[in-house]
C-alpha cells in the first residue's frame, strides 16, 4: 500500500493505493473508497519477418571488369585526412626526398605535416593554398 499527500487548488488529499488487479486499483482518498480503472496498455503485436523463397535457378554469369593499370612511376600523394591547405613546401618540377615535407595540412585545429611518400620529382601540384580538401584527394603527383 502507497500513501500519498496532494494539494489541489489549496485543498489537501490524503490519497492510498491499495490493490491493483489487471486494470482496476482499489484507492482511498480522504477515507473514501474507490475502485479506479487504469488506461489498459497496447497490446505489441509481434510482426513475422517476410520470407521470400530463393530463386532455383542459376544466376547467369558475371563478367569481370579489368581495369587498365595506373602508371607505375607515377604516385599521388593523397590527403590522409579532410582539411585546409596551409602551405605547399615544393614547386612543380622539384626533386624531393621521401619524407621530405611537401605541404602542410591543417585538420581538426592541427597542422599536420604531408611527407613524400618517396623519391621523385613533383610534376603536377593539385591543390591551393586555402583548398578544402576530402580524405583520399590526390594532393601532389610524384614522379
Known amino acids: 500500500?502507497?500513501?500519498?499527500?496532494?494539494?489541489?487548488?489549496?485543498?489537501?488529499?490524503?490519497?492510498?493505493?491499495?490493490?491493483?488487479?489487471?486494470?482496476?486499483?482499489?484507492?482511498?482518498?480522504?477515507?473514501?473508497?474507490y475502485n479506479v480503472e487504469l488506461e489498459k496498455q497496447p497490446v505489441k503485436k509481434v510482426v513475422k519477418p517476410v520470407v521470400r523463397p530463393v530463386p532455383t535457378t542459376p544466376a547467369p554469369p558475371t563478367t569481370q571488369v579489368v581495369k587498365p593499370a595506373a602508371p607505375v612511376s607515377k604516385s599521388g600523394v593523397k590527403s590522409p585526412l579532410p582539411g585546409v591547405i596551409l602551405d605547399i613546401k615544393v614547386n612543380v618540377g622539384d626533386s624531393v626526398?621521401?619524407?621530405?615535407?611537401?605541404?602542410?595540412?591543417?585538420?581538426?585545429?592541427?597542422?599536420?605535416?604531408?611527407?613524400?611518400?618517396?623519391?621523385?620529382k613533383v610534376t603536377a601540384i593539385n591543390v591551393s593554398r586555402g583548398d578544402s580538401v576530402l580524405e583520399g584527394t590526390d594532393l601532389i603527383i610524384i614522379e
Open 1 to 33: 500500500m502507497k500513501e500519498y499527500k496532494y494539494k489541489i487548488n489549496g485543498n489537501l488529499y490524503k490519497v492510498t493505493i491499495g490493490n491493483i488487479e489487471d486494470n482496476i486499483a482499489q484507492v482511498e482518498v480522504n477515507g473514501t473508497s
Open 97 to 120: 626526398k621521401k619524407g621530405q615535407t611537401i605541404l602542410i595540412l591543417e585538420a581538426m585545429k592541427m597542422e599536420n605535416n604531408i611527407n613524400a611518400d618517396k623519391d621523385g
